[in-house]
């Protein structure tokens, strides 16, 4: 009996030394793991954002335009609002000359008078007023240019009016008139009624187009049917001191208006220093960017290059104008590709059998390996494809193209990739 019970207690005895040595073998084996791991690593996560390959550049409005002047000093009447666009044909001002003509009209009386006395037409006792059928007539001709708004005519008939009612004019004054030929009275008499007429100046459109009363690059950017002015040394060289026509007062000589053809107008952007302009064919739809506003479209009308890496665009824009006409010069930027990307620290790229990834930390801790497809890379950060709808991207070379699973917004990715290996046991 003793003897059984001496064996029964090494029963369990030998049972825990059993379990004793699993636990080493066990020890043994995960503790290169241990040392290896629970190291306490930096992580981050992929931001979200939409990478843009561009080309930047200094954005010049060319337009098909006609700027007008004034003739003369005087005050406006505008028939159109700024950027009313209006049909060929429309008064777009009127001007009324400031200007004194007391002096011209005294010469005018005095050289009829001198016709008359040389015609025999007036004698002294036809010196007081009497209405007669030229003056009736006269009148109503006036009377019909007030009504059909021809105020030019009306100008015109009031002068000549003024000339076919008497007038008490001294013989003395006449000395030197008295002297000329009738005939030379004759064109002095008609030469300086046409001036008097004209006291007044319509301007017109003559195309249809969009009203502009500012007036940001003067001729400088005008198209005539070539762009082969537009190089980079001229579009440097131009400066800008926007002008604005305000009040109803305007000078001789200084612009008034400008009428722009809307369906015809372009873009130049002078680029410096961009190797991308290789990139870029006539023909190509491209995207325009004008200092930082909604994207607008446009076809790459010419390409003029210059010395290396340098060289001005010319793209005919489809939409925008109403926002960019009276914008001489912009910051621009050509987008020649954009999508939806990650944005990940560049220090986390690692290189493993010949694929391009990341070390992410998975949910249970452990490190494992994430490929990644780099759209563009500086110094700082990688733009890396965002994958499809299961997060699933294209990678190999030539035929062997094959999907794999990307990184997600959601993965923790280990900023110092020297510092771990795959499987380790992080955080």
Do not use: C
Not at 8 to 16: C, D, F, I, T, Y
Not at 226 to 246: E, N
Not at 393 to 417: F, M, S
Request: aromatic share 8%; glycine share 4%.
């Amino acid at each position: 009996m003793v003897r059984k019970n001496k064996r029964s207690k090494r029963k369990p005895l030998k049972g825990l030394l059993a379990f004793l040595l699993f636990i080493l073998v066990v020890f043994l084996l995960v503790r290169p793991i241990f040392r290896i791991g629970y190291k306490k690593l930096a992580t981050t996560r992929p931001k979200m954002t939409t990478y843009k390959n561009v080309i930047r550049g200094q954005g010049y409005t060319i337009l098909n335009q006609s700027q007008f002047y004034a003739k003369n000093d005087g005050i406006v009447v505008y028939g159109a609002q700024e950027g009313e666009r209006v049909p060929v044909d429309y008064e777009i001002a009127t001007v009324n000359f400031q200007d004194d003509f007391s002096s011209q009209k005294d010469d005018l009386i005095r050289i009829q008078a001198a016709i008359d006395y040389k015609s025999n037409k007036r004698s002294s006792e036809k010196d007081n007023y009497q209405e007669t059928p030229e003056i009736r007539k006269t009148i109503e001709k006036i009377q019909s240019s007030i009504k059909d708004n021809d105020f030019q005519a009306m100008i015109s008939d009031i002068n000549n009016l003024d000339l076919i009612t008497p007038h008490n004019v001294n013989i003395s004054e006449l000395s030197e008139l008295l002297n000329e030929p009738l005939e030379s009275l004759e064109e002095k008499k008609e030469d300086l009624s046409r001036a008097l007429s004209q006291t007044r100046s319509r301007y017109v459109s003559t195309f249809p187009g969009v009203i502009s009363y500012i007036f940001p690059a003067g001729k400088s950017l005008n198209y005539d049917g070539s762009f082969d002015k537009f190089t980079l040394s001229y579009l440097d060289q131009l400066h800008f001191s926007p002008i604005q026509q305000s009040g109803v007062k305007v000078k001789k000589d200084k612009p008034i208006f400008r009428i722009i053809d809307n369906l015809q107008w372009y873009i130049a952007v002078s680029v410096h220093n961009n190797s991308k302009l290789k990139d870029l064919e006539i023909g190509q739809e491209v995207s325009l960017v004008l200092n930082k506003k909604e994207a607008i479209k446009g076809v790459i009308r010419e390409i003029k290059e210059g010395q290396a890496k340098e060289g001005v665009i010319i793209i005919a824009m489809e939409e925008g104008f109403e926002q960019n006409y009276t914008k001489a010069k912009q910051n621009a930027e050509i987008i020649l590709k954009q999508e939806d990307a990650y944005t990940v620290p560049a220090k986390a790229i690692v290189e493993q059998k010949k694929k391009t990834g990341v070390y992410v930390q998975d949910i249970h801790n452990l490190v494992r390996f994430v490929p990644v497809k780099i759209i563009a890379q500086n110094e700082d950060w990688a733009y890396v494809k965002k994958g499809d709808m299961k997060n699933k991207i294209t990678i190999g070379e030539k035929n062997q193209h094959k999907q794999v699973q990307t990184i997600t917004y959601e993965d923790n990715i280990v900023l110092d990739p020297t510092a771990v290996q795959e499987k380790q046991l992080i955080n």
